[in-house]
């Protein structure tokens, strides 16, 4: 072979990176000039054919009939992987679908390079599950097998700090001790990693990976987080019953602030139940509202609209939500809001930062570089919490979206050649 390839399906976006036998690494455009490619698919029920990245996310907020699906790759580990869901007469298990999403990975990557791709290296975050050794070892087995099915023959796994490292020390001149932060969209994973010119082409790299280490806190978490706090209020959540001695049911709404679980709420009977619900509360129009969105099949919607909040509160201080029905108040998220929504989720990547250090028997002085990577890493309160920890330490950025892609084609090469 001459180019060698490797997959970064990311909860939030997945790109494919192919490296040449000299070294070379670039990442191949997915769709029209896209080199990320959004986790999402929508199943058109008129055409009866599926759309994956930008284009399911148009056809899903275009109004064509159909299901939209984001963030599969959350539901790795647990049981729903099994599950089945229907798509219009036809059953389909989530595994199945999250098939249907590698084999156009396959088809697009086989399309650039005019050959046939059987073998491949696959990031995986430290832990697809958290405190779960039997849970996440059988989430990467899961993966293993639905990439397989779609025809790749020889599938590797590596850790998705380490691919980083591998494409930060493509630009290093001496030898350096480098922390890789890769914040994304369902997991914040760390390495502790040797890395120098010299070590760049050794065959194996065991002894210079000082530590791993992660946590299943990412991007979407902290969507649910900004939603809870100032778009679910609007739909009833922390309101209580018309005799005031309970609050409503909480589910619906950790559901709909959920990516990978609204679909969830579009099963029968769901409806028939939040009527019911509607019927013992307080603020029966708040309620009203929740039914709305849910018969309208406006979930994704508004996990799009609390999403665009999010990343705008990463460079404003204020912003409004922009709900999909105009009757509503606005809706005002601030900085300030956002930081008391996901404070807890910080500070727990910040303390498995520090225990990184500890399993590494370092102190944050020996770090000499952070490298850092991962769409969720702009988040400023995160950020500057794991920033602060190594006050005299280099930072370095790479691609936020494409350094995990391009690591693991470099990885395939090691692996493969």
């Known amino acids: 072979m001459s180019d060698f390839v490797g997959i970064d399906f990311g909860t939030s976006n997945t790109t494919v990176g192919v490296s040449t036998a000299a070294g070379e690494a670039r990442l191949l455009p997915l769709e029209q000039d896209h080199q990320t490619l959004p986790s999402a698919i929508f199943f058109d029920f008129a055409s009866k054919s599926a759309f994956c990245g930008r284009a399911a996310r148009e056809h899903y907020l275009a109004g064509s009939e159909g299901r939209y699906m984001q963030s599969l790759k959350s539901i790795l580990g647990s049981s729903l992987i099994d599950e089945k869901t229907r798509i219009q007469s036809k059953s389909m298990s989530f595994a199945d679908i999250l098939g249907v999403f590698f084999a156009f990975l396959k088809r697009k990557t086989e399309a650039q390079l005019g ?4 073998q491949i290296v696959v990031g995986r975050p430290v832990h697809f599950v ?4 039997a849970a996440d070892a059988e989430a ?28 930060y020390e493509q630009r290093v001149q001496r030898e350096e001790l480098v922390l890789i932060v890769d914040i994304g969209g369902g997991t914040s994973d760390f390495s502790i990693v040797r890395v120098s010119p010299q070590r760049s082409g050794a065959a194996q790299r065991k002894d210079d990976i000082l530590a791993n280490g992660g946590v299943h806190i990412g991007g979407t978490d902290f969507d649910r987080a900004l939603s809870l706090a100032r778009v679910m209020p609007h739909l009833g959540f922390g309101s209580k019953t018309a005799d005031g001695k309970r609050n409503l049911p909480v589910h619906y709404f950790y559901d709909l ?3 990978h679980s609204i679909n969830f709420l579009y099963r029968k009977g ?26 309208d099949r406006h979930g994704h919607t508004l996990a799009i609209a609390v999403e665009q909040s999010k ?9 409004n939500v ?8 606005t809706i005002a998220a601030t900085r300030s809001d956002f930081d008391k929504a996901v404070g807890s989720a910080v500070q727990r990547v910040v303390e498995t930062v520090q225990g990184l250090l500890v399993d590494a028997s370092l102190k944050a002085g020996d770090i000499n570089t952070i490298f850092v990577t991962g769409g969720s890493s702009m988040v400023p309160i995160l950020r500057q919490g794991i920033l602060s920890l190594f006050p005299n330490a280099k930072i370095e950025s790479g ?14 090469r090691r692996k493969f050649s």
Request: hydrophobic share 40%.
């Open 130 to 133: 958290d405190g779960d050794e």
């Open 257 to 259: 602030a959920t990516w």
């Open 311 to 319: 990343i705008k509160l990463t460079s404003e201080l204020s912003t």
């Open 322 to 329: 922009a709900v999909p029905y105009p009757d509503w108040e």
């Open 399 to 412: 691609n936020l979206l494409g350094s995990v892609g391009i690591g693991l084609s470099l990885d395939a």
């Open 115 to 118: 050959r046939d791709v059987s």
């Open 140 to 167: 990467q087995r899961s993966l293993e097998a639905i990439a397989r099915k779609e025809g790749f023959r020889d599938v590797a796994f590596q850790y998705e700090p380490i691919a980083a490292a591998l494409d």
């Open 270 to 295: 769901v409806t028939t139940d939040l009527r019911a619900v509607r019927y013992e509360a307080e603020r029966r129009d708040l309620v009203d509202r929740l039914i709305r969105v849910i018969e």
